[in-house]
């Protein structure tokens, strides 16, 4: 096992060069900083000169890379162009955020998506299987920054039916997650928890439209896998050898559907961190989503690359715990 | 001379009670963002009559987060930290209701009237002013000529990553005569120096020996206006609390709340259903056809609405064929119907500008472009007077169609809806249209600069000041040779119209500088460099619980918080 | 259980990468690893037309997908012939400049500014619609294309290919998406002057196609991988049978299955991810109308409590059609998987 790590480990690392170069050069390739800085008035020929060497970009492409490399590498991720803050605070700040709303979303999808999958699973063919069919797809049809105004439109009606008093929030961060950088992810959410009635009104539109999206895929997908495993040989044999239908389904069945499902949420669980842009933007929640779309638009390299090397960090280790997990509940595959 | 490049997020700065700005007004990357101003207001509560009360919080949602608190420096460019920290800071000078020059920590406004400002022989300005000894600062310390000295030199500091010295550069030295009385002297006569001596005290018993780039950036230890800095929850809210020892609190001891918060809500949309669920009490809502109807189906709220500082307008690249001909450059101004674009993309919410002054800037204004109406026969008679002659739809010269490239920034929905409308207007007109939205950075950064356009729809922001010399001037066409300096994109030249520009700028007795700009305005209208359009609505909207607001287009949304306050219940 | 299960088990979750990454990574419609037995049985030489008419029957019989095959036909056919019929899209009615519910003039009403919200959606259709069809090729093309060449070749080819699919498959693929679409949307970037002639909707289409195609080529990979030692391949290679047309015309057709369903869903993906496009200011910008941008720019809360029809006019047409895609693709998975076969 250990070895297996190690050996995952060194084969990382290229990945990892590779993808920061590339990203590197999409940077680089695109809108140029400085001329955003030109559309304003104020700034004269010098200014845009001084500006430029300040931030390293009149030295050559190969040196920037490697001054950005060896910074990376200390755990140093450099100054955002936009507002010469530190990166990291810039990250840590909305990091809080982003993971209560994506991680609310993932439990609550899970614990809505596999019990309907599984349900649909046995009742194949069924109409609740054609209802949950259609309703899955319909979910996958909708944008989701229309699914997103549908839901705060719900809220505005509600609160006209309730004559004025609203019940769920239509943006805006809970009074939680606000006290900026200094606090830690931990202390974020102890502090929501402490609070949960505000934390749940301003959280619940965002959370539901993150939600349907998710539900609707891995639901088909516990589905799909449950549909696989009980059309195979060894559940008719369990079945043969008399063993209650329960049994069966749950210490057989759903067992080795929910194996593949561990990759899945593995890597999903490396998407967290990078928020969801469009959820985020519209309900008003600063989180990495947001920090993300601003920093691309604005060509700050310094924060995008730092959001891909993590995210993609993330990625890889995600995947190594996703195959270990699985050597270890599927005795058919040995990591080795 | 006059001033040399445009400052006009500068005096987006730190107003409120200030128009420090320096000389005029162009904001180029004119963004829907606009703030809110004005002084109409349409509410009808029923709370009107009675006095405001004391106490309360209210919540300003805003579509952007400041980078930093420091307007000075170049992180504080956005016109969102001007909206937040304008009542932390008063100024010598203000501007008022009307958006006319008003004294705050001065006494009166200087002119050549009033003995105030004095030409030098030797071609300079002196400009005396008086502060009134009752400022001071949060901490109780007065605000003194020291301060203002103190903001000057902060400004002139090489080391400080300082947006705009505008103005300020002209300054030779300010004495002080007394603790309370600044002179300033100007190594130039410089007709928008109001802007200059308006400025903000700083308070050098605490910034003195301060990094000025970082210290201001996350918090405001002091404040000379009527709220003082609480704290800033980054990406979520800034709180403003009531300063309580408010050295200009009136007889009923304004400010009457107790704290502002300002709630960032990035989607414009949402920011509009949260002011009407109540989850928001104060917004300026970007313009957009539809604003007032909406505004006014909204329960429990109201809206103030009124033309703002930035004007739209509708540029002809003078520099190149087809548009150098003031023939075709008249026939296209002949063919649209202005009144037409600014009831249907602005539902009437405002009128025809007849100018490229503001009718706020009252010594000045002259509607030179009143008698432009729709005129199709004159336009196709212009058209023939340029050669062009009818084949098939178009006009063409040579076999080739007079084809114009429109160009503006896209993803902006009243003006590609401009842009449509002219477009079929001129297909009438025989003028084919091309259009190309592009994105900011491209259409500031390069095609204005370029002058890589047939025409061109942006928006300049105009201040309290006439100034407009860098937008026309002869002088100010952007090229290689002098560094794309200028904003003249029009690569419009007429050597009088330079002349009285420059002149403007030179002569800070305000009837003498009228009578030039007056004529500017006349020449132009004859050019044709372009066409005013409209301004765009500044619009407050509230809940029923808020009171006060008020939009004014040259203060800047947070102008009055001094008079804000919350409904009784 | 068989040893032979495991390749196959471990694949799975890639394969539903692959749909995932298509949808931009927030629409995954999981598709289901094809079966060995699937595999195992050897299509050579397109074995006459009763395979395909069973196909074509199995897919008939799915009543929703040959529902939508119906819906999506007539869509294509009323965005092609529509622009023909209708009014012009960006005519601006000067009578009424303003939000008109729909009419016996206007069916779906007019927009904001007067026009006819059924034209403007009508040629919408045309760009959205390209863009779905072009990107699902693409992707497909592109992924297939280096399936095969990993598959067949193998050693050092498959490692270096599929090595490259694995770090492009590392990388964010939102960060990724917004970076590249900004790269050419922008023409003060390196490639922007390069793509201007290029039609926007194309080169949104290009940037969704390129980012598009790595699930899929895993999945052929896997599948070529197993067909490579067949008999049937070797029977060709003896034959004389030349690489590139062992490849194309005996190996290719045995992973039409896989290709088919992911072509299907890609479509549904992309139109979804041009419209997430549009409400991030990334997608087709206007006047060029897309469903996408129509819907992202009508979208209000006013708009929608009093001029319903702009808004959910447009949310329709990327509702219906999507719906539609994914339902043929439902279908054809079931069609040409010979275990759902009875």
């Known amino acids: 096992m250990i070895g297996f790590t190690f050996k995952r480990v060194l084969s990382a690392i290229p990945v990892l060069i590779v993808v920061s170069i590339i990203m590197f050069m999409l940077m680089k390739m695109g809108p140029n900083p400085l001329e955003l800085l030109k559309q304003d008035p104020k700034f004269s020929a010098e200014d845009v000169k001084r500006i430029s060497k300040l931030n390293g970009w009149d030295k050559p492409l190969v040196e920037q890379y490697v001054f950005w490399g060896k910074n990376f590498i200390t755990g140093d991720l450099g100054i955002s162009t936009v507002d010469q803050r530190a990166v990291w605070d810039k990250i840590s700040e909305r990091l809080p955020l982003t993971l209560m709303v994506t991680g609310l979303s993932m439990v609550v999808s899970l614990m809505i998506a596999l019990p309907i999958g599984a349900y649909v699973a046995i009742h194949k063919y069924s109409k609740s299987d054609y209802v949950a069919t259609l309703s899955t797809f319909a979910m996958m049809a909708s944008p989701s920054f229309f699914v997103a105004l549908l839901l705060q439109l719900a809220a505005v009606k509600l609160q006209d039916m309730n004559g004025g008093t609203l019940w769920f929030y239509t943006g805006g961060a809970p009074a939680c997650v606000g006290a900026g950088s200094d606090s830690g992810i931990l202390k974020t959410v102890g502090s929501c928890a402490m609070t949960p009635i505000e934390a749940f009104r301003r959280l619940a539109l965002p959370v539901t439209a993150l939600s349907i999206l998710q539900i609707a895929g891995w639901s088909r997908y516990m589905r799909s896998e449950l549909v696989g495993v009980l059309n195979q040989d060894y559940i008719r044999s369990a079945m043969a050898k008399g063993l209650s239908g329960k049994v069966v389904f749950f210490r057989h069945a759903v067992r080795n559907a929910l194996l593949p499902l561990v990759t899945i949420v593995a890597l999903d669980v490396a998407g967290l961190f990078g928020g969801a842009v469009i959820t985020e933007s519209v309900f008003g929640l600063p989180g990495m989503g947001g920090l993300l779309l601003e920093s691309v638009k604005s060509t700050d390299i310094a924060v995008v690359l730092a959001i891909v090397m993590i995210g993609a960090t993330l990625v890889l280790v995600m995947t190594t715990v996703a195959d270990m997990l699985y050597g270890i509940l599927d005795p058919r595959v040995r990591v080795n | 001379m006059g001033p040399g490049r445009t400052t006009v997020i500068e005096r987006a700065s730190w107003r409120t009670a200030g128009r420090l700005a320096s000389s005029f007004a162009l904001l180029i990357a004119a963004m829907l963002l606009a703030a809110g101003c004005g002084s109409s207001a349409q509410s009808a509560d029923a709370a009107e009559d009675a006095p405001p009360q004391k106490g309360g919080n209210l919540v300003v949602g805003l579509d952007q987060q400041p980078q930093c608190l420091n307007v000075v420096i170049v992180c504080g460019g956005m016109a969102v930290t001007s909206n937040i920290t304008g009542p932390l800071f008063d100024s010598l000078l203000t501007v008022d209701a009307e958006g006319q020059d008003a004294p705050l920590i001065a006494t009166e406004v200087p002119s050549t009237d009033n003995g105030r400002v004095v030409l030098t022989p030797e071609g300079g300005m002196v400009v005396t002013l008086d502060m009134q000894p009752k400022a001071r600062w949060s901490d109780g310390k007065p605000i003194t000529c020291e301060d203002v000295v103190f903001a000057w030199k902060l400004r002139m500091d090489e080391r400080w990553l300082v947006r705009s010295r505008e103005g300020y550069n002209l300054l030779s030295k300010i004495d002080c005569v007394t603790p309370l009385r600044p002179v300033f002297h100007f190594k130039e006569r410089y007709a928008p120096f109001l802007g200059i001596v308006g400025i903000a005290p700083m308070p050098k018993h605490v910034l003195d020996g301060k990094d000025f780039n970082t210290f201001l950036s996350d918090e405001v230890p002091i404040s000379s206006g009527p709220f003082v800095f609480s704290h800033w929850d980054r990406s979520v809210e800034i709180v403003l609390k009531r300063n309580e020892d408010y050295w200009n609190a009136g007889n009923d001891d304004e400010p009457w709340l107790d704290s502002i918060t300002f709630k960032f809500i990035p989607d414009s949309n949402t920011l509009k259903i949260q002011l009407r669920t109540g989850e928001v009490d104060v917004i300026a809502p970007p313009p957009d056809s539809s604003l007032k109807e909406e505004l006014e189906a909204m329960p429990r709220g109201s809206f103030s609405s009124e033309p703002g500082a930035y004007w739209e307008q509708l540029a002809f690249n003078t520099g190149k064929a087809p548009l150098n001909n003031r023939d075709v450059r008249l026939a296209i101004a002949f063919s649209i119907d202005r009144q037409q674009l600014a009831d249907v993309v602005l539902r009437k919410q405002v009128g025809v500008l007849q100018s490229t002054l503001l009718e706020g800037q009252k010594d000045y204004y002259l509607p030179a472009w009143k008698d432009i109406k729709p005129d199709p026969k004159k336009a196709t008679a212009l058209l023939e007077k340029a050669g062009y002659t009818k084949d098939g739809a178009y006009y063409a010269k040579g076999g080739k169609p007079l084809t114009v490239v429109f160009k503006s920034t896209a993803g902006n929905n009243l003006r590609l809806k401009v842009a449509q409308l002219l477009q079929q207007k001129l297909k009438g007109s025989g003028i084919k249209m091309e259009i190309a939205m592009e994105p900011a950075e491209v259409f500031f950064g390069q095609s204005t600069i370029q002058g890589n356009f047939d025409i061109a729809l942006w928006a300049w922001s105009s201040t309290t000041d006439p100034s407009q010399r860098t937008l026309f001037s002869c002088d100010k066409i952007p090229t290689d040779a002098n560094e794309y300096e200028g904003n003249n994109y029009y690569r419009y030249c007429n050597d009088e119209v330079t002349k009285l520009l420059t002149k403007a700028d030179v002569t800070p007795d305000v009837g003498e500088r009228a009578a030039a700009i007056k004529q500017v305005q006349q020449l132009m209208r004859a050019d044709m460099p372009m066409i005013p359009l409209f301004q765009r609505p500044d619009t407050v909207a509230f809940s029923n619980r808020a009171k006060g607001m008020d939009v004014n287009p040259f203060g800047g949304m947070t102008w009055n918080t001094y008079d804000w306050s919350v409904v009784a219940k | ?342």
């Open chain 3, 1 to 342: 259980m068989s040893a032979a299960a495991q390749p196959s088990r471990g694949h799975l979750p890639k394969s539903v990468r692959a749909a995932q990454s298509v949808a931009g990574g927030t629409q995954a419609a999981p598709v289901r690893q094809p079966y060995r037995r699937e595999i195992e049985a050897p299509a050579i030489a397109a074995p006459a037309r009763t395979q395909r008419q069973q196909v074509w029957d199995s897919f008939c019989s799915h009543r929703a997908a040959f529902i939508s095959l119906i819906i999506l036909g007539s869509m294509i056919f009323i965005c092609a012939v529509g622009p023909f019929v209708l009014q012009d899209p960006e005519a601006i009615d000067y009578d009424v400049l303003a939000a008109q519910a729909p009419s016996g003039a206007h069916l779906f009403g007019t927009d904001q500014l007067g026009r006819d919200v059924l034209a403007r959606l009508v040629n919408a259709g045309r760009t959205s619609l390209a863009i779905g069809f072009v990107v699902a090729f693409g992707a497909a093309a592109i992924g297939a294309w280096v399936g095969v060449m990993a598959g067949y070749f193998g050693g050092r080819v498959d490692s270096a290919l599929m090595w490259l699919v694995n770090v492009l498959m590392t990388i964010p693929s939102l960060p990724l998406l917004m970076s590249v679409a900004v790269l050419v949307a922008s023409p003060s970037s390196a490639i922007g002057p390069l793509v201007k002639s290029v039609p926007e909707w194309f080169r949104i289409a290009a940037v969704l196609a390129l980012l598009g195609w790595m699930g899929i080529s895993r999945v052929v990979r896997s599948q070529v991988v197993s067909l490579r030692n067949q008999e049937f391949v070797e029977a060709a290679r003896a034959l004389g049978g030349t690489d590139s047309r062992i490849m194309l015309v005996h190996i290719l057709p045995n992973c039409v299955s896989v290709i088919a369903v992911f072509t299907t869903l890609a479509v549904s993906g992309a139109i979804i991810g041009e419209s997430a496009l549009s409400f991030l200011g990334l997608g087709v910008s206007p006047p060029t109308a897309t469903w996408g941008n129509m819907l992202a720019e009508a979208r209000d809360l006013f708009a929608i409590m009093n001029y319903w029809w702009t808004v959910w006019f447009p949310a329709l047409a990327i509702f219906i059609t999507v719906l539609s895609v994914n339902f043929i693709g439902d279908g054809v998975r079931d069609a040409l998987d010979p275990k759902s076969m009875k």
